[in-house]
C-alpha cells in the first residue's frame, strides 16, 4: 500500500520568494510520484513526474521537484513565486507504473505581492 | 483537441436519491478512473474502467457503481445518497504507461 504525507495545510510566500512545498511518501514497492496544480472550481493538472531515472525532475511552470529514496521525499519547489502560483498543490504516489493515484490531503500556496 | 469533459458541473440532490454523472475522455484514451475529493481533502480513488470491465475499486461501499461505454466515455452512479456523497468528483483518462488527464469535476451537493 501506498501513502502520501504533505507537510503544511497553508503555505505563504511573498512574490519573488522561493516556494518550498513538502511531500513524504510511503511504498512496498518503487514508487511513481506526482505533483498535481488545482486552480478554484477546476481539475487538476500534472506540474510534474517522477518514473524513473534522474531523480532531478523539471516540470511546467518553472517548477522541479527532487525524489531522495534515502529521504522517502518528493519535495517541490520554485526559485521564484509568482502571483499566478497561487493554488492548490496535490502531492500522489502509485505502487509502480501508471496505476491508481494515492493522493496527500493538499497544500494550499498563498502567495502576497 | 478536447480534454476529460464532465457533466454536469454542478448537481443538487437530496438524500436518499440516485444521480449518475457522465465523463468523456480525451481523445485517444481508453481508461477512465474516478475519484471523490472531499471538501479539504486530497482525491481519493473509487474505481477505474478499462475495456467497459471495472478493473480496480477503492474503498468505497457498493453504491457507487459504474459503467463504460464502446466509446470508451463513462458513468458513476450513486444509490442512496448520503450527506457524506458531497464533493467534488472528478473523472480521469489515461492510455496505457502515460499519466492520468483530469477533468474539471461535479460537484455534487447533497441536502
Known amino acids: 500500500a501506498q501513502s502520501v504525507t504533505q507537510l503544511g495545510s497553508h503555505v505563504s510566500v511573498s512574490e519573488g520568494a522561493l516556494v518550498l512545498l513538502r511531500c513524504n511518501y510511503s511504498s512496498s514497492v518503487p514508487p511513481y510520484l506526482f505533483w498535481y496544480v488545482q486552480y478554484p472550481n477546476q481539475g487538476l493538472q500534472l506540474l510534474l513526474k517522477?518514473?524513473?531515472?534522474?531523480?532531478l525532475v523539471k516540470g511546467i511552470n518553472g517548477f522541479e521537484a527532487e525524489f531522495k529514496k534515502s529521504e522517502t521525499s518528493f519535495h517541490l519547489t520554485k526559485p521564484s513565486a509568482h502571483m499566478s502560483d497561487a493554488a492548490e498543490y496535490f502531492c500522489?504516489?502509485?505502487?509502480?507504473?501508471?496505476?491508481?493515484?494515492?493522493f496527500g490531503k493538499g497544500t494550499m500556496l498563498l502567495v502576497s505581492p | 483537441d478536447a480534454g476529460v469533459t464532465q457533466s454536469p458541473t454542478h448537481l443538487i440532490k437530496t438524500r436518499g436519491q440516485q444521480v449518475t454523472l457522465r465523463c468523456s475522455p480525451k481523445?485517444?484514451?481508453?481508461?477512465v478512473s474516478w475519484y471523490q475529493q472531499a471538501l479539504g481533502q486530497g482525491p481519493q480513488f473509487i474505481f477505474q474502467?478499462?475495456?467497459?470491465?471495472?478493473?480496480q475499486r477503492g474503498n468505497f461501499p457498493d453504491r457507487f457503481s459504474g459503467h463504460q461505454f464502446p466509446n470508451y466515455s463513462s458513468e458513476l452512479n450513486v444509490n442512496a445518497l448520503l450527506l457524506g456523497d458531497s464533493a467534488l468528483y472528478l473523472c480521469?483518462?489515461?492510455?496505457?504507461?502515460?499519466?492520468?488527464?483530469f477533468g474539471n469535476g461535479t460537484r455534487l451537493t447533497v441536502t
Open positions: 474502467y478499462y475495456e467497459e470491465e471495472e478493473r
Open positions: 481523445s485517444g484514451h481508453d481508461t
Open positions: 500522489a504516489v502509485t505502487g509502480g507504473g501508471y496505476s491508481t493515484l494515492t
Open positions: 480521469a483518462s489515461s492510455l496505457d504507461n502515460s499519466p492520468l488527464h
Open positions: 517522477y518514473t524513473t531515472g534522474a531523480t
